[in-house]
């Protein structure tokens, strides 16, 4: 990486470090020839010479630059770990990061920052343009100087912002919230569904941050730490659901033997073409081979809820991992950083060993339950799903079963809520209007999520395997909400009660679904 020759000069401003800026390309930096009609990428002296502004900050800026700019519709994740190495080794030299950077691909180099850089205690932040640098009213020199400013938020006095972030348009976003897919216009160029903006500047001034926020920053040890990442740039497939889909080229990628994770962006809170026995198959084989398969909705703003519906829940009981309300560029680079955390669990093709087997299972079972929890602020609900009848158990009339659960300390004020799963084919006995209830005690206080009454059709042993028609039935047991403080009423754990008040149940065949949301009205 190149510096600039104005690094190399005497510091103006010795009180506080200097701010490094990375120049990668983009449109941000695009001028004008003297011609004034072809356009190219400027240099980095020329980029700094266009402008002005920056001489009127109060920190010295360092410069740096790749030797060659790249179009952020050709970066790939060696440039991230890249960016997050140089990070890595130059963070104590500097109060703050400014990343400069094409405004395609910005949203995925910030997801894979945040996930690859551990225990930031500094703003980190992407900007660029959608703009050419020499055109009138570019956003390009705007951007820049604002993105600096929160950087330089020693010498400027401003509130630490210890993350990475995207500064756009005068907003500053989370680096796994922000997703450019509303306007062209430099005013609309990001946004930030189903996640408050991170702060607003105004006449050079950070107005509206919230700390509460920033549940996912450091804490301890505030040395940036870099994380692995994952070596292949294969093995993630990320596919749309839409009507008449190509089943077979589908079941040709599900195949595919580099894959490692496929990524279902699916209708609305979680919907798929539950009756195309080919997809249904694809899934369940690529789930018995440890491939992770996620569900992200298509919806702008929303999230996968795999309780309203049937065919949502089918994909809960398959063991799809359940998105939540991330966007697609942070699950992709979630299921990368943490293929590269446990690597890979997939089966081997040929013959494997059962301690291997045994292993492999560990390991995939640790990633889904990763993949369902809040890392770096990319997920507002926390998904921890308990199975609660073993192998032997049997849940039957006056015979709860007690399970004691810890939850990760989630050390923000939540709203928790439980969902009773039942697969309606499991039933062996009983009335086939009956009752199920789950409890839950927090603290040694009982709290009472639901108790259901809902009728359950009688199993037709007439009709087997794939023509069987009774589907899994999804018990809303949300009635209830409890507002829960980490530190002062909740600690993390709980003691799950289960009842069967009028059936007897199979053994494996009762799911709990335990959903932690933060409040971000807090």
Same mark, same amino acid.
């Given at each position: ?5 104005? +690094? ?6 010795? &009180? ?8 990668? @390309? ?9 011609? @004034? !009609? ?9 980029f700094i010479d266009h402008i002005p502004q920056l ?12 030797? !060659? ?26 109060q703050g990061f400014v990343i400069i950077h094409g ?35 570019? &956003? ?6 604002? *993105? ?36 062209? &216009?430099? *005013? ?9 903006? /991170?702060?607003? #500047? +105004? ?20 040395? /940036? ?8 740039? @294969? ?47 694809? /899934? ?10 996620v569900s992200l909705t298509q919806c702008p703003i @929303? ?34 950083? #943490? #293929? *590269? ?40 609900? !926390? ?83 794939? !023509? ?26 709980? +003691? ?17 679904? /335990? ?8």
């Open positions: 990486m190149d510096a600039a020759k104005t +690094t190399e000069e005497k510091r103006e401003f010795n &009180d506080y470090p200097p701010v490094c800026a990375i120049y990668t @390309g983009g449109t941000v930096g695009i001028i004008h020839e003297n011609d @004034g !009609n072809t356009l190219r990428q400027a240099s980095l002296e020329e001489k009127k900050l109060k920190f010295d800026i360092h410069f740096y630059s790749y030797k !060659n700019a790249i179009d952020s519709s050709n970066i790939k994740s060696n440039q991230w770990k890249f960016m997050a190495r140089f990070i890595d080794m130059m963070h104590t030299l500097y405004v395609n691909t910005m949203a995925y180099t910030a997801s894979a920052l945040s996930f690859m850089l551990k225990n930031v205690s500094m703003p980190i932040v992407l900007t660029g343009a959608e703009y050419p640098l020499t055109d009138f009213g570019s &956003d390009a020199a705007e951007n820049l100087v604002d *993105a600096l400013n929160v950087a330089g938020h020693l010498s400027n006095k401003y509130t630490n912002i210890p993350m990475v972030s995207v500064l756009f348009g005068k907003k500053l976003f989370s680096g796994t919230r922000a997703t450019k897919k509303v306007s062209l &216009d430099p *005013a609309d160029g990001f946004y930030s569904p189903n996640y408050p903006v /991170i702060a607003s #500047l +105004t006449n050079d001034r950070i107005y509206g941050y919230n700390a509460n926020l920033q549940s996912h920053t450091a804490t301890g040890n505030t040395a /940036i730490e870099y994380l692995p990442f994952m070596k292949d740039p @294969g093995g993630i497939l990320i596919c749309d659901i839409y009507p008449d889909m190509d089943m077979d080229a589908f079941e040709d990628h599900c195949k595919h033997d580099g894959l490692q994770s496929l990524i279902l962006r699916t209708y609305g809170t979680g919907g798929i073409p539950d009756s195309d026995k080919k997809f249904m198959s694809c /899934i369940k084989t690529l789930i018995g081979k440890n491939v992770l398969v @929303g999230e996968v809820e795999y309780r309203l519906f049937e065919t949502n829940a089918k994909l809960f009981y398959l063991g799809v991992v359940n998105g939540g309300d991330m966007i697609t560029e942070a699950a992709y680079c979630k299921v990368k950083y #943490l #293929l *590269a955390k446990y690597g890979s669990p997939k089966l081997p093709s040929g013959e494997c060993g059962e301690h291997e087997k045994s292993e492999l299972k560990k390991r995939f079972e640790s990633i889904s339950k990763e993949m369902s929890e809040n890392q770096k602020g990319e997920m507002s609900i !926390n998904t921890y799903v308990i199975r609660p009848v073993a192998t032997g158990d049997v849940v039957a009339p006056n015979n709860p079963i007690y399970y004691n659960v810890k939850l990760p300390d989630l050390n923000a004020k939540v709203v928790c809520s439980a969902i009773l799963m039942l697969d309606v084919a499991s039933i062996e006995e009983g009335d086939p209007n009956g009752n199920a209830d789950v409890s839950v005690v927090v603290d040694g206080m009982n709290i009472l999520f639901g108790k259901y009454k809902q009728k359950i059709p009688h199993k037709n042993n007439d009709e087997q395997g794939e !023509n069987q028609q009774i589907y899994p039935i999804t018990m809303n047991a949300t009635d209830e909400l409890r507002k829960l403080k980490a530190k002062e009423e909740y600690r993390g754990a709980f +003691t799950l009660r289960v009842n069967s008040l009028s059936h007897k149940l199979k053994a494996g065949t009762m799911s709990i679904v /335990i959903s932690a949301r933060v409040d971000q009205n807090q």
